[in-house]
């Protein structure tokens, strides 16, 4: 299979996986359904990218950085549970799974798993938001909104939409249930390759907050900072931060 499919693929299974280790652990203490979550994804993950794409590289928010990675073509970059906090709640379908592939400089293919929506939104084809409403909505932590996105609200006369997960947050843009998505203060490589991938096939507007590019296989893997939009509130959001 393609790129494209097997990290749709691959997401969506993970997420099936979530789905039962959920049910199982329904009545376990939250923290080992945490634990289970992200170490039963990680290791279905990785089991099968090293089956399939045998010589590519990867690097997982629950594996070893192995920094041999650097030096590889392709780098499969993986959150197995994007949002445990959300999974571990039960009802919550704000929780996610990333799968992303960079190659060759860029974000090759990207699949952003929304098991408990029943929703994989992949690249390459990905339906663009349908028309926004006049007053912006920010999507922001349920617990705490960023003051960086309570500016941009106030320079866009904007409401908050408060959602758990980087990939949930993201999703909800590009399903257009949210207009902005702005983050700064830590986030890693995994917690918005696949996000950023699939924003971007929907025609979307991705940067960091000071309006570079994004890029990924670095050797920090640390990405601290992101902005996803619509293409027509990215001038002003961007001015927005900067006046910051």
């Given at each position: 299979m393609s790129d494209h499919e097997l990290a749709a693929e691959l997401?969506?299974?993970?997420?099936?996986?979530?789905?039962?280790?959920?049910e199982e652990l329904a009545d376990a203490p939250a923290a080992k359904r945490k634990n289970a979550g992200d170490k039963r994804s990680h290791e279905f993950l990785l089991g099968e990218l090293t089956r399939l794409r045998p010589g590519d590289a990867v690097l997982s928010e629950e594996g070893v950085d192995d920094q041999a990675r650097l030096s590889s073509e392709r780098v499969w970059i993986v959150d197995p549970l994007d949002g445990t906090r959300e999974f571990s709640e039960p009802g919550r379908d704000d929780w996610a799974v990333h799968v992303a592939l960079w190659s060759a400089g860029?974000?090759?293919a990207g699949a952003v798993g929304l098991p408990a929506q029943g929703v994989t939104l992949a690249t390459p084809d990905v339906a663009a938001p349908p028309a926004a409403p006049a007053q912006p909505r920010i999507v922001v932590s349920r617990t705490r909104p960023p003051a960086l996105a309570l500016t941009v609200r106030d320079a866009l006369d904007g409401t908050l939409v408060e959602m758990g997960s980087a990939g949930a947050k993201v999703a909800?843009?590009?399903?257009?249930?949210?207009?902005v998505y702005v983050h700064a203060g830590g986030q890693y490589e995994w917690d918005n390759a696949a996000p950023v991938a699939v924003a971007a096939a929907a025609g979307l507007h991705t940067s960091r907050i000071d309006g570079s590019s994004l890029r990924y296989n670095n050797t920090d893997p640390r990405l601290p900072d992101v902005v996803v939009c619509r293409p027509e509130l990215a001038a002003a959001v961007l001015s927005a931060i900067s006046a910051c």
């Open positions: 997401a969506t299974r993970a997420g099936r996986l979530l789905l039962q280790v959920r860029e974000l090759a909800a843009v590009v399903q257009g249930r949210a207009d």
